[in-house]
């Protein structure tokens, strides 16, 4: 099948560029896994090859089980998507409390609550960080030390309500990528269904699946060896990027609803079945076709050509005619993505062992190997839109979330110069509020810039978080 030698060979310069331990990816047609494999190893120092069964964390792919347990809810009449926050989350707030009580599930699902990306998930993880062996080899944007930890969704929060929150604008106005709703949205499965999180995933998702490879806690990932993945880390050191083992995922079990599932290749594609089968898998019914649809409905734009269902984005128009649904995830040691297209019954999921590479070009690869376009046939074309060195002066400024990822733009020799995770590059203007970045060989990175008025843009939107610009 030459489209899949074409796919590993496509793989396999993707590992070596960015010197990635190894890449696990497979697809997907009905009920048949067509391909299953992987470049490079599990345990590089061991030289066991990694493949479809091999257990790595999916990092964010677990929002869309979180979706669809809020959805399962939904027809079981313990809840509606509508309902306010308030009615599960009393206790949550933040300011202003007007905009809180306007909140919704929906808000949360679709990432429109109008929350600013928040350091919630280092405080989280605070823990499993500083138990860390090779915490002081991993950069990370926070002092960590000066946090504190939290356990669980009242000390989340308890966090929040302490944060000097400025909201992005009203809930449905505008889509940023937020962990925190996400989060809390575990809380209120908990509070509906009347047990854990990870239970309820357990028992009304993974096991009438067929998913035997997926777990979240780490002792039950050790019950799944060998064939489990070593994760890795990497940091520059003389100029040069050293990628080493760091084992230990970073748990974060009060946010467990937005990042921790650890699963393999084959499960993930067998749990995309439930989207391309209407709900229902090996006679199973999951959840009804009504819910699968809601979830997959192109609720938010996001830009580009492209929306966010519940726990997904939906892209209506992908290489001509196709509906591809996605999403992707990554933690320490964590690099994945799973794609899907309903129409045609395709599913495809890559997931590596290093963080920040670009395990999304082998999944959407793998998807364009099956319909039939060149493997390398990117999911985003940026056309040209030249603008006035005035116009981009508009665009200037450093921009700084609560993550900790920051932005600076400024102007030089008529070209806008852009600066962010350590690396500089001239960008393109594509539109009149947006540019890309072409970070390296197989990674661009767009960016839009908002405006309140016809001056400068008080904000940025990057990897789907809407940035703010920092006051002069």
Request: with cysteine; proline share 6%; charged share 25%.
């Amino acid at each position: 099948m030459s489209e899949f030698r074409n796919l590993v060979d496509y793989a396999q310069a993707i590992r070596e560029r960015h010197d990635i331990p190894g890449i696990a990816f497979g697809t997907a047609r009905g009920d048949r896994l067509v391909y299953g494999g992987g470049v490079g190893w599990r345990d590089a120092s061991e030289r066991t090859p990694i493949g479809a069964d091999t257990v790595v964390g999916v990092g964010s792919i677990t929002k869309s089980l979180t979706a669809l347990a809020v959805m399962q809810l939904c027809e079981a009449g313990e809840l509606r998507v509508c309902d306010p926050v308030r009615k599960w989350l009393p206790e949550f707030t933040v300011r202003p409390e007007a905009s809180v009580r306007k909140m919704t599930l929906h808000h949360f699902l679709t990432h429109t609550s109008g929350m600013p990306p928040l350091p919630s998930r280092f405080y989280a993880q605070y823990r499993s960080i500083m138990a860390d062996r090779n915490r002081e080899r991993i950069p990370l944007p926070v002092d960590v030390e000066k946090l504190r930890p939290v356990d669980t969704y009242e000390d989340l929060m308890e966090l929040l309500a302490e944060f000097d929150v400025q909201l992005l604008g009203e809930p449905g106005e505008c889509f940023s990528y937020s962990n925190e709703a996400y989060g809390l949205l575990g809380c209120v499965i908990e509070r509906a269904a009347g047990e854990k999180y990870p239970d309820y995933i357990r028992k009304n998702i993974l096991q009438p699946t067929g998913m035997t490879r997926t777990v979240f806690a780490p002792e039950e990932v050790e019950e799944l060896r060998p064939d489990v993945s070593q994760i890795y880390c990497s940091r520059e050191r003389d100029g040069e990027s050293e990628v080493f083992p760091a084992p230990g995922y970073w748990e974060k079990h009060a946010m467990y609803a937005c990042g921790h599932l650890k699963s393999t290749v084959r499960d993930m594609l067998q749990y995309s079945r439930i989207y391309r089968a209407g709900g229902m898998v090996d006679g199973e019914r999951i959840v009804s076709p009504q819910s699968v649809d809601a979830m997959v409905t192109p609720h938010v734009h996001t830009g580009r050509g492209q929306y966010y269902g519940y726990g997904f984005t939906v892209q209506p128009d992908y290489h001509g005619g196709v509906t591809a649904v996605r999403h992707g995830g990554g933690d320490k040691g964590v690099s994945a993505h799973l794609s899907f297209a309903i129409e045609e019954d395709l599913a495809t999921c890559s997931l590596a062992n290093l963080a920040g590479v670009p395990s999304e070009n082998v999944a959407l690869g793998a998807l364009n190997a099956l319909l039939d376009v060149p493997v390398d046939e990117p999911a985003d074309k940026f056309g040209q839109h030249p603008l006035p060195e005035d116009h981009l002066e508009r665009f200037a400024g450093t921009y700084r979330s609560g993550e900790g990822a920051e932005v600076q733009c400024w102007v030089q020799d008529g070209e806008l110069r852009v600066r962010t995770a350590g690396v500089c590059r001239t960008a393109r203007p594509v539109a009149r509020d947006a540019v890309v970045v072409q970070m390296n060989e197989d990674t661009q990175l767009p960016l839009r810039f908002l405006f309140h008025t016809d001056h400068s843009a008080w904000a940025v939107s990057m990897g789907r978080r809407i940035i703010r610009r920092c006051e002069e």
